[in-house]
């Protein structure tokens, strides 16, 4: 039941997170709509889970393992980043240019 | 003896080639044993003389009318053509294995006096043992690759031993040139191969011979063109018009190298090679007369040249080039014997007038060394008188020079006479053997003259080599001597090979070559008795003539040391620069090729073509490619992740789809 429109809500939130990350220049800001769009997908798999088994919830602790983790490292280079170039500002991040 | 005929002959050319091996690991270990290089570089030339003398003995023995062929293994079996590596032994390898081993036994003796002081006296020893080893598979050769493997060789031989002491440049182009000009004639030689393989579908000698007649038919196009094609190859090995031009500058070798390989043996392959292919050359007529009558032509011209050298080693050279010129105008006649005879002769008188030479310039250059002089040892003009102090040497360059001369009894007369005569013969029946004949006979004033004149500014008249030298100046040791003493035996006695009839004899050497001949002969005229006389007549009254005109024409007491001489003027200049041949190639043929090569190949060839266009042509275009691709990494977060999203929805549509 509600799978309708929790994958809504999911779907929309997902695609906050993708115009977020596109269009943002902040990285930090970037970085929680990357939250955003994995926190979509577990509500997803919570969505699922209800018909189609347990699975999709054991996923989801997965998935906040992973996106704790993340967080930790991408927090510090972004820090690491900040400290260099006195700056989150990723139009000014390009030392990758071919 | 239980054995077939002949097991034993893949001896005669092993030894030397033990010889190398042993003497070249010697020059790279241990290169001042001089005692054990001389014990195996001389040791293996005497044990092949004596090789070679038994398998001689045994052909004497059957005396067959086909060669004897060994084949030891198959060489190169691919598809049609099928050559073994096999050595035949015929009377005319005979000839030529005991004129190689013998003469070169000798040359080797001396060779042991004459560099004793030098450096690279294991190094020596060992090229001139290959190279006796190369020549001794040239002339046992069954099959022309064979034959070509031998020609290749004393080819590189000559180019290591001429550029012996390859430290002065002068030497080492000496070296490059022989190579180089000898190159243009074995491509005639591998062109007459696989023109021959072509039509014969063969390349053995006892296979493509007997076949010549009936596959070619006599005076076709194709034999024509193979028997230039074969002479063209001979021009460069036996230094023939317009090929000879260097070996004149090979005499910058040692001079026992000179007396061994650029006049008693290696120049005559070419001799050798026409003989061999007697059965190919006697079907075209313009092939044989091409041959005479460059001969000829060579004869003359060398002559001319030797008129005005004045380093001792030129003059043999020019001469030696003269000599060959008749050796080819006798096989161009088709008088086979006759060519061979000269051959033998001429390396036995050649050979101890190369090695007597040797023994002047060893002398002289002693006495320089000495005092610490910087003059030519090798220039006439800094020598004279020299009689008094190597009485030896003088008295057995005499014989030598009366030999070539063409002096009765010595060797050179008879052999020569009788080409002189073949070709006289040919001229009743194509007239243009007169004219060869006179070149001939103008050829042996000549040579009768410039080796007077050779033997009158060493040997004789006042001395000119300096006060304080000439106290040193003496004869050689009498390892050097010995050598000397049996040539000139040789050379007194080497005409009885093959007296001809007309002064009693068995022509012996001419029945002993005829089953080689016999095939071959093309058809000579023989001459009436009073013919015969009348020339032999006028060939000693020649000879005599030069001898006697260079002594009334020349005033050795007037001559002035090589430092103080005045410049040539007129004809003479002109025959001392050796009527400008060499310049006249360097103009019309070393410098357009330089020039194509550097303006040409190098600079829009090779700079432009395959530096520019290839090269950094290829660079250029990966690069821009590479740009192209490289226009995407912004370097930007946002664009990666807008195409990341592209991307994802694109695999995710086509998917789902």
Request: proline share 5%; charged share 10%.
């Amino acid at each position: 039941m509600l799978l309708g429109p929790a994958l809504a809500v999911s779907g929309v939130l997902f695609a906050v997170g993708v115009l977020g990350v596109l269009l943002r220049r902040n990285a930090i800001v970037i970085f929680m709509c990357v939250e955003l769009m994995l926190n979509a997908a577990n509500l997803a798999f919570v969505a699922f889970a209800q018909q189609l088994g347990v699975a999709g919830q054991i996923f989801v602790f997965f998935v906040m393992a992973v996106a704790a983790a993340e967080a930790a490292v991408g927090l510090a280079i972004i820090l690491a980043v900040y400290r260099h170039r006195r700056t989150v500002d990723l139009q000014n991040i390009n030392l990758l240019k071919g | 003896m239980a054995l077939p005929p002949l097991t034993l002959l893949w001896v005669v050319p092993a030894l030397p080639l033990a010889g190398f091996v042993v003497n070249g690991a010697l020059a790279l270990v241990a290169p001042g044993a001089k005692r054990a290089v001389s014990l195996v570089g001389v040791g293996v030339l005497v044990l092949a003389f004596a090789a070679a003398a038994l398998a001689v003995l045994e052909l004497a023995q059957l005396h067959p009318s086909a060669p004897l062929v060994v084949g030891y293994w198959d060489w190169l079996p691919v598809g049609d053509l099928q050559v073994a590596f096999a050595l035949q032994l015929d009377q005319l390898s005979a000839v030529m294995i005991l004129v190689v081993t013998g003469v070169g036994a000798l040359i080797h003796v001396f060779s042991a006096g004459y560099m004793h002081d030098d450096p690279g006296y294991a190094r020596y020893f060992a090229y001139l043992n290959l190279f006796v080893f190369f020549m001794l598979t040239l002339v046992l050769g069954a099959s022309f690759p064979v034959m070509f493997v031998g020609w290749e060789g004393v080819g590189l031989c000559s180019y290591l031993l001429i550029g012996f002491w390859f430290t002065e440049q002068i030497n080492a182009d000496a070296g490059k040139k022989a190579f180089i000009v000898n190159r243009i004639g074995d491509f005639g030689f591998l062109v007459a191969m696989l023109l021959i393989f072509w039509y014969t579908g063969s390349l053995d000698f006892g296979t493509v011979f007997p076949k010549a007649a009936t596959t070619f038919g006599a005076g076709g196009p194709v034999i024509t063109a193979i028997t230039l094609f074969l002479f063209l190859g001979c021009t460069g090995k036996s230094a023939q018009i317009p090929l000879y031009i260097w070996l004149p500058d090979a005499m910058q070798g040692p001079t026992p190298v000179s007396a061994l390989i650029h006049a008693a043996t290696m120049v005559t392959a070419g001799v050798y090679l026409v003989v061999r292919c007697g059965a190919l050359f006697a079907l075209s007529p313009v092939g044989s007369a091409t041959v005479a009558g460059v001969g000829a032509l060579t004869a003359l011209f060398a002559a001319t040249i030797a008129l005005k050298q004045w380093d001792i080693k030129r003059v043999l050279a020019y001469s030696t080039v003269s000599q060959l010129g008749y050796m080819f105008l006798g096989v161009g006649t088709g008088a086979y014997a006759a060519g061979i005879f000269h051959l033998t002769t001429h390396a036995f008188f050649k050979a101890l007038l190369f090695l007597g030479s040797g023994s002047v310039i060893h002398a002289m250059h002693r006495a320089y060394h000495a005092t610490h002089a910087h003059e030519d040892a090798q220039d006439m003009r800094n020598m004279g008188g020299l009689a008094r102090y190597m009485p030896w040497t003088a008295t057995l360059m005499w014989i030598a020079t009366l030999a070539i001369a063409g002096i009765p009894p010595l060797a050179g007369f008879f052999s020569k006479d009788e080409i002189l005569g073949a070709a006289f013969a040919q001229g009743a029946g194509r007239p243009v053997w007169y004219v060869f004949w006179g070149m001939g006979l103008a050829a042996a004033l000549l040579t009768a003259f410039y080796m007077t004149r050779l033997m009158l500014y060493t040997f004789h008249g006042r001395n000119r080599t300096g006060d304080r030298e000439r106290e040193q100046l003496h004869e050689a040791p009498p390892l050097m001597t010995a050598p000397l003493v049996v040539l000139g035996i040789l050379t007194v006695l080497g005409g009885a090979l093959n007296i001809p009839p007309l002064f009693g004899g068995g022509a012996r050497l001419a029945h002993w070559l005829a089953p080689v001949t016999a095939a071959a002969l093309a058809p000579t005229a023989e001459a009436s008795p009073a013919t015969e006389w009348a020339l032999v007549a006028a060939a000693v009254l020649v000879a005599a003539l030069g001898i006697v005109g260079a002594f009334r024409l020349l005033k050795p007491e007037t001559l002035a040391p090589a430092r103080l001489a005045p410049p040539e003027r007129g004809l003479g200049r002109l025959l001392w620069k050796k009527w400008y041949v060499d310049e006249l190639y360097d103009a019309i043929l070393v410098r357009p090729v330089l020039w194509l090569s550097r303006e040409v190949l190098w600079k829009v060839v090779d700079m432009r073509l395959v530096d520019g266009l290839l090269v950094n042509g290829t660079a250029a275009a990966s690069r821009a490619l590479g740009w192209v691709g490289s226009r995407l990494q912004t370097g930007e977060v946002g664009v990666y992740v807008v195409l990341f999203v592209v991307g994802v929805l694109a695999v995710v549509g086509a998917v789902v789809r």
